[in-house]
């Protein structure tokens, strides 16, 4: 969906992009999800799929960097913490999670750092995302920093990474397929978890079962799957997809297509403030002067979205929505209002949040990037009123 073919296209563009949504069945229900890439297996949900406060499991999106392991058995899975800057390295149960540690449960943002990758001008390889690469499931797990502090953090310790089961591609075993990481005081967070279900339910294979990271907030890529190994470092971690340009955008603004040096990038910590409207869907048929409720979600990175406005004017004039206090750390937060419409003809809902650092979302695309992420643009439904 690019911004740059004009307002009045974007409903046409909307089809386009959606046209095969229905069209793959997912398994273990994982149905209306639009597949991206099937080796390895990518999706994403739509809009109006993500209305629920809670998203439900066979919504969230799919992204995956390699292949799911096979005949896993959660009696035999262990975690192990270790590295440079460890006290007491130690191996862990899925049993010893659950008993040793306290339990929790909570609604946590998961968002890939490409969602969005769609709009950008010129095009950038990878998954072309549009909108559905983000979701909002409650998770059952324990707080990282529990784990950690049993290990013991040593004073060096800067970064921490991740080590997962899945499959490289190419079939070789010698290969990590992806092991990223975040800084030490993201993962003593309140919403950082070692995560083993979803919504009540144990994860699904697709989600990483049976054990996961959730850091709230930041790019999906650092919520590993099928976790198997912490490393505590007393430097960045230099993992798989943690240098070059995966997951990094240049330190300063670049023209778009330009070629940026790798040394000019930086790694992508907090996603920036952002907004979706859930209902109505696109493309919808309003009668004139009846109200119609325009409802959704808003989430930023670390912080707290203070504010959510809704246009049918085309950015001219905006209309407050109301908007609810996230559950818990790191859960995004819900506005809806109710609009009516003036007249007959073709109309756009347009939502934009602004956060509690006086950030707001950009009415147009965001800085180019080679990548393709952190699209944080305003989102509009088309809306034909009769």
Known sequence: ????????????????????????????????????????????????????????????????????????????????????????????????????????????????????????????????????????????????????????????????????????????????????????????????????????????????????LVAAGWPGSVSGKWLTRISLRNRVHDGAKMLGKSYRVPRFPVAPGTTVADDDMMIIAAMPIKSLITAPQTDRQQVVGEPLTVRGHAWVGDDEVKIVEVSIDFGETWQVAELSSAVNPGAWQHFQTSIRFPSKGYFEVWAKASDSMGRSQPMVMPAWNPKGYLNNACHRVSVHVV
């Open 1 to 212: 969906m690019n911004r740059i073919a004009g307002l009045m296209g974007y409903s046409a563009l909307m089809k386009t992009a959606w046209a095969k949504a229905s069209a793959f069945e997912f398994p273990l229900g994982k149905s209306g999800l639009r597949l991206l890439n099937d080796r390895p297996l990518n999706a994403e949900s739509m809009p109006h799929l993500l209305n629920d406060d809670v998203t439900r499991t066979a919504h969230l999106f799919i992204r995956n960097n390699g292949l799911p392991p096979v005949d896993v058995d959660i009696a035999k899975w262990t975690l192990s913490v270790d590295g440079e800057s460890v006290i007491r390295p130690l191996t862990l149960s899925v049993a010893d999670l659950k008993s040793r540690f306290e339990n929790v449960s909570l609604q946590l943002t998961l968002e890939c750092g490409g969602n969005g990758r769609a709009e950008f001008v010129p095009s950038v390889p990878g998954n072309q995302w549009t909108l559905g690469a983000i979701g909002c499931p409650q998770w059952q797990g324990v707080r990282l920093r529990e784990v950690l502090n049993e290990a013991g953090i040593k004073d060096d310790a800067v970064y921490l990474g991740f080590h997962s089961a899945d499959r490289h591609l190419s079939g070789d075993e010698s290969k990590e397929v992806i092991s990223r990481g975040i800084p030490i005081e993201k993962a003593m967070a309140d919403d950082a978890i070692i995560a083993w279900g979803m919504n009540g339910l144990d994860l699904s294979p697709v989600h990483g079962y049976p054990l996961r």
